[in-house]
């Protein structure tokens, strides 16, 4: 009988080691996504923002489409601060997916989608490709760029007003997203620039490098010094002489 409980034991442990494994292993689902739409932003192409509330803390996997670039991923701690997160993009028989570790439930993916036309009016169409499971609510929001105009949305935005920065931000409720299934938005705009509404982080000019002339003033101390040295030193052996 001692031999039996010992063996139902072993089996219940077993069983539960592997349910944690495949727990662990399955990725996280996505309660709400919000897609936000920057055209030239800090860059002239298209930043693609994604912020995802998990079910759990986890990996997930985010549907993108071919072509982008994936710029940052990151995770919101407790407080409420981004922290980096380990993220790259994993090539799935369903579907191109950029995979992040998020050991909280929120998470950012920035990406950059080179499809803005050089020409004063700009339209482009952003398609989330299909995600592995259902999603909850999905939101878009568009953020046009400074010195633009006749905005417009396909299918059609409610305007939220200006940002911080003097830009038109609108936004669309999309609901729910079921698994296996596409989305896409439509934005249009009027600008003259093919310039970014902001300078790219990092970019600034370096500071001007000191004159040469400056970093020759230490040895020119100095030989002035020895100059005085021997001047100095010759008077000495000069006046010497004479009283000799």
């Known amino acids: 009988m001692r031999g039996l409980l010992l063996l139902l034991v072993a089996l219940l442990l077993a069983l539960t080691s592997l349910t944690k494994a495949q727990a662990q292993g399955q990725p996280s689902q996505i309660e709400s996504l919000t897609v ?3 055209p030239q932003y800090d860059d002239p192409r298209l930043l693609v923002i994604y912020n995802a509330t998990l079910d759990a803390p986890g990996e997930v996997l985010l549907g993108a489409p071919s072509g982008v670039e994936l710029h940052a991923a990151a995770y919101r701690d407790e407080a409420g601060t981004l922290r980096d997160a380990e993220a790259g993009f994993r090539a799935e028989s369903d579907g191109r997916f950029i995979r992040v570790d998020a050991p909280t439930r929120e998470v950012q993916v920035e990406l950059y989608y080179d499809v803005i036309p050089r020409q004063p009016q700009r339209s482009v169409t952003f398609t989330l490709p299909r995600q592995r499971y259902d999603v909850e609510n999905l939101t878009w929001t568009a953020t046009f760029p400074t010195s633009s105009s006749d905005a417009g949305a396909e299918p059609p935005m409610t305007p939220l ?10 936004q669309r409720e999309a609901g729910p997203l079921p698994a296996g299934e596409t989305a896409a938005q439509t934005i249009s705009w009027l600008r003259e620039s093919d310039a970014p509404s902001f300078e790219v982080p990092g970019a600034e000019a370096a500071p001007a490098p000191e004159p040469p002339s400056r970093s020759w003033l230490p040895y020119t101390g100095a030989f002035l010094a020895f100059l005085v040295g021997v001047l100095l030193v010759a008077n000495g052996i000069h006046r010497q002489r004479r009283a000799a």
């Open 36 to 38: 936000s739409l920057l």
């Open 161 to 170: 007003g200006l940002n911080h920065f003097g830009m038109l931000e609108w």
